[in-house]
């Protein structure tokens, strides 16, 4: 190496300012690229308030940033970088949305569809933008310009004269809603509890739903079969009916010959009634009689008699006649 003194000191700025250089520009470019993000664009009708730098999010996660906005045409062109374990799909939606009051905003990005996002681009027709102040202001003014001011201040006298006549009811009215609300407020926490147990109700019957649609499959079985025995039941009752009138038919058409019948049936049984007790009697008296002569005569040729039981009765009968049995 050469001494100091010796050294050419053109030769070392140059290099110096080389190295420097080198210096700067890497550190632009690792300031610049986004190294584990992919870059996307998304096309808008208007900036929505966005600006450059502000947050990308998925899903409620930050994932990237807006790294360019411009116009293009008549719609804004907003780049973005994302993470590369992300991706989109051929549906993805992108919106404008207001993160804070003072007005800060963020892209809230949703991956949707399957296979990639054709041209890296979310079109004019997937995207999203917060309602605008300027537009509300402009509709309003042409709405107000196509308004009759005249029939305006008419319309308006005739109300501000109803209200004047009506406010002693209006006074009434206002107070009964001002007491309302106040009851409502101090009936809050039992409102809660109420909307409680009507969410909890809720999930019980959606989680007794296969049971209640079970119940009612069964019901429908049980509705079915009462009905084929209320058809059963009424086949009957016509059937009873029509065997009604058959006999009755029958009855009119031998009325003259059972009435003759019933009466000889009654006098007989009649005169059975009458001679009971002697009939009781005979049949006393009768049975030893026959016992002593089946005696005497049944064990020889000398007097044979064959009656067979019950044309004359024995002891047994009288035995049963008389109760003692």
């Not at 605008?132 to 319309?155: F, R």
């Not at 059963?232 to 009855?251: F, G, K, M, Q």
């Amino acid at each position: 190496m050469k001494p100091m003194n010796e050294r050419d000191p053109l030769r070392i700025g140059i290099i110096t300012l080389i190295v420097i250089g080198l210096i700067g520009a890497g550190v632009v470019v690792l300031s610049v690229a986004n190294f584990g993000t992919k870059t996307y664009t998304a096309v808008l009708e208007h900036t929505a308030g966005l600006r450059k730098g502000e947050d990308v999010q998925v899903h409620g996660v930050n994932s990237g940033k807006v790294t360019g906005i411009e116009l293009e045409d008549d719609h804004v062109l907003v780049t973005f970088a994302l993470d590369s374990g992300i991706d989109l799909g051929d549906r993805s939606t992108a919106t404008v949305k207001v993160a804070t009051l003072l007005g800060s905003h963020y892209l809230e990005v949703d991956p949707k569809g399957s296979g990639s996002l054709a041209g890296e681009q979310i079109p004019l027709d997937r995207t999203d933008v917060p309602y605008n102040l300027q537009d509300v202001i402009e509709e309003g003014s042409d709405a107000l310009d196509e308004l009759d001011p005249e029939l305006l201040a008419k319309a308006l006298t005739s109300m501000a004269g109803t209200l004047g006549a009506s406010q002693d009811e209006i006074g009434p009215a206002l107070e009964g809603v001002a007491r309302l609300s106040e009851v409502i407020s101090k009936r809050s926490g039992q409102v809660g509890d109420l909307l409680e147990s009507t969410r909890k109700v809720t999930d019980q019957l959606s989680d007794s739903s296969q049971d209640i649609v079970g119940l009612m499959k069964q019901a429908n079985l049980v509705i079915s079969e009462i009905t084929a025995r209320r058809e059963a039941i009424h086949r009957l009752l016509v059937e009873t009916t029509e065997l009604s009138r058959a006999i009755t038919a029958v009855v009119k058409s031998t009325d003259g010959k059972l009435q003759p019948a019933l009466k000889d049936i009654k006098a007989v049984l009649a005169t059975l009634n009458s001679q009971d007790v002697k009939l009781t009697t005979l049949l006393e008296n009768m049975a030893p009689a026959v016992r002593y002569v089946a005696n005497a005569t049944g064990s020889g040729p000398f007097l044979p008699l064959y009656l067979k039981p019950p044309a004359i009765p024995g002891d047994d009968t009288t035995c049963k006649l008389q109760g003692a049995c």
